[in-house]
């Protein structure tokens, strides 16, 4: 059975748009006060970064948000700051390792054999571009059942 690289569900709301394309819902985090950091993307505002509180102000059909520092205007989405961007990379890359992990396995088996150094985990943090992205081939072997020729791969720090 064909897995896919998300599981449908879950925490972050996984929606399959086909074409291996997904759709996530990833909540950025509020601060103490229940506020959450926003950027200005005017390149000339100066100081950019302030915080709002959600649900106050425009709460329906909001097309244009405002900087309060410069009056730029652009679409709510535009004003997420690199660290909201970063965060929501992240929490779609662990998502990501788990489908990886269970492609893996379908492919491989339960048990890979990576060299000394590795696992399914870090396999899949390589093919996510995360950790060591160097993978050596450790040595050579032969399936005596398949007649097929294979490689154990060592992953290289």
């Known amino acids: 059975m064909k897995k896919g690289l998300f599981k449908e569900g879950g925490p972050l709301g996984v929606k399959n748009l086909g074409n291996d394309q997904y759709r996530l819902s990833i909540t950025i985090p509020k601060d103490q006060d229940g506020r959450i950091a926003r950027e200005c993307p005017n390149s000339e505002c100066s100081p950019a970064y302030f915080k709002v509180t959600p649900g106050t102000g425009i709460t329906d059909g909001q097309e244009s948000a405002f900087c ?49 150094a590795g696992d399914i985990r870090q396999l899949a943090a390589i093919l996510c571009g995360r950790g060591p992205r160097r993978l050596s081939r450790a040595r050579g072997a032969d399936c005596r059942h398949a007649g097929q020729q294979t490689s154990v791969l060592r992953i290289n720090p």
């Open 68 to 116: 309060p520092y410069c009056r730029h205007a652009a679409e709510p989405t535009d004003f997420t700051t690199q660290e909201q961007i970063r965060y929501a990379q992240d929490m779609a890359i662990r998502e990501a390792h788990g489908g990886i992990d269970e492609m893996v396995k379908d492919a491989l088996g339960d048990t890979v054999a990576l060299g000394a």
